[in-house]
């Protein structure tokens, strides 16, 4: 699925091989059960990917928190949260907001005038226009005169006062960050040019993953659009009722007394904070599935997506989501930004890190966290790809006590008969036979380590449930040791078989 690329090496003689490799080629599917299997997966991945992706937590929240994740669904609903603040306050911002008296010379009548000064003289002198005839007042020959207006001294309110400021340019700075928001995503979505369809019955394999892609983003596009325009009704709104100046809205403004006594203000200052907690705005989630495509793996997503699922389910909470770099001498190995590689589990006095794609290399690994397991032969199962260091899918090590078991896993978009007939003697090579585990102590106590088995993950299912032992010759006398096993992953798989088959590796993996 997605893209493929051949490649041919030439080996001449004792001559060092020549490799050729063809462009990027789409992959051409039936439209089939497979596919619609395949985007059950995707939108499975969609659901659950949240530990997946390399973004930070807030402070004081962990991997199984509900904070511990944010993407742009979660902002356009922060936003409407604010909103909602916004208008419950509308009241109080109108009739009773923070102000400021400010004394303003005006025109006005002079029934108005509470004090006479110089300024006040002056400006009758040079305006006569405003007297008027009267019984008494300024006599000019035989007639009294009384201006009609005076230049006078006013106290006059004043909004424009630095929380208020806060306030309304809060709400701009909001207009133009979900109108960012809006134009990457016009961005992203005019990217999905799809290419045709449908050629001859036969569909692109990545439409499917361009589609709920594209699917996902249309839908927040909608959302906000809609929230911007209420975004801007608000602050045409505010605008009329708070005449003030405009701040610079870039970073969190100064928390001054009245956010913290004065309820409104209070309720608006932890919005505006938890908007600027809020850093994830690039959409990590849809991205994802765009590059799934791109890295044409959707299938050991899927699997990496499931197994935390279910191992969760099981008990384990997810304590930790990291990143480690894997190193051959001077070079780092296998570095795909954008998803965490370690996740550490536990429950109880157990330790179940499960590592993604980890690298098993013929040199012992050092320092805490170590995996202790090795290559030990640089022969491989097939000529031409001998090499230092093995790349499992995934790797499941159980501990506790003194005892460390491994279980290799293995993800593989095929069928089952495959599976069994043809990886499955190459996978048990590589992975059963040549690895070893490294010996070592811990608190001046021999930890016993072990290689408990290879499970093979398969993705191409009819109506297979569970797992299955490549033994089929087995005793009853004993079970066979290290286990070889395949497993149906895929969403035709029920829920209950799902559970059941990790309630089996976890069997194994315990030993």
């Known amino acids: 699925m997605g893209l493929v690329e051949l490649e041919i090496t030439l080996q001449k003689g004792e001559e060092p091989g020549e490799t050729w ?61 604010i909103l909602q603040v916004y208008e419950e306050s509308y009241g109080y911002f109108k009739a009773n907001c923070r102000h400021t008296l400010e004394t303003a010379e005006v025109v006005d009548w002079t029934e108005k005038v509470q004090t006479v000064s110089p300024h006040t003289l002056q400006y009758l002198v040079r305006h006569p226009e405003y007297l008027r005839e009267a019984p008494f007042g300024i006599q000019v020959g035989d007639k009294h005169y009384l201006p009609e207006k005076l230049l006078m001294t006013q106290d006059k309110m004043s909004r424009d006062v630095y929380e ?39 569909q692109l394999s990545s439409q499917v993953l361009y589609a709920n892609a594209a699917h996902m983003l249309k839908g927040f596009l909608e959302r906000c659009d809609e929230v911007e325009e209420r975004l801007q009704e608000m602050f045409v709104s505010y ?47 849809e991205r994802m599935l765009l590059n799934l495509y791109e890295n044409t793996f959707v299938f050991e997503i899927y699997c990496l997506a499931r197994l935390l699922q279910g191992l969760r389910q099981e008990g384990f909470v997810l304590e930790e989501c990291r990143r480690k770099v894997y190193t051959l001498g001077s070079r ?12 550490r589990l536990e429950r109880g006095d157990e330790e179940l890190p499960l590592f993604f794609q980890p690298v098993l290399t013929d040199q012992p690994e050092q320092g805490p966290g170590a995996i202790h397991l090795y290559r030990n032969t640089t022969y491989a199962f097939k000529p031409l790809e001998e090499g230092h260091y093995y790349t499992p899918d995934y790797l499941l090590r159980w501990k506790q006590g003194n005892r460390e ?13 495959k599976v069994l007939q043809e990886l499955m003697p190459e996978m048990s090579y590589k992975y059963l ?34 797992l299955e032992s ?23 798989v029920t829920e209950e078989n799902q559970q059941e088959n990790i309630r089996e590796l976890l069997r194994e993996v315990r030993g």
């Open 21 to 81: 490799y063809t462009d990027l080629l789409p992959v051409l599917i039936q439209p089939s059960q497979q596919q619609e299997n395949l985007k059950a997966m995707v939108e499975y991945i969609y659901a659950h990917q949240a530990p997946l992706l390399r973004d930070k937590a807030p402070e004081g929240t962990g991997p199984d928190s509900r904070n511990g994740f944010q993407d742009f669904l979660s902002q356009l609903t922060l936003a409407e949260e």
């Open 164 to 202: 208020n400021q806060v306030v309304l340019s809060f709400l701009q700075r909001m207009l133009y960050d979900i109108g960012e928001e809006g134009k990457e995503i016009r961005a992203l979505v005019q990217g999905l040019d799809l290419p045709e369809a449908d050629r001859e019955g036969y």
């Open 239 to 285: 605008r009329q009722i708070l005449p003030v100046t405009l701040l610079d809205a870039s970073q969190m403004p100064e928390p001054t007394e009245p956010f913290f006594r004065v309820p409104q203000y209070y309720r608006i200052y932890l919005c505006i904070h938890q908007w600027y907690q809020n850093t994830c705005r690039h959409f990590p989630r």
């Open 332 to 343: 780092n190995l296998y570095d795909h930004s954008g998803y965490q590689n370690v996740y």
């Open 405 to 417: 078991n491994y279980l290799i896993l293995d993800a593989k978009y095929s069928y089952r008969k």
């Open 433 to 466: 036979l040549s690895l070893s585990p490294v010996p070592y102590e811990e608190k001046g106590q021999p930890v016993e380590v072990a290689v408990r088995g290879l499970e093979i993950l398969y993705g191409l299912t009819h109506g297979e449930q569970q």
């Open 470 to 492: 490549f033994y089929n010759c087995q005793l009853p006398v004993k079970e066979i040791r290290p286990a070889a096993n395949v497993i149906p992953f895929s969403e035709e």
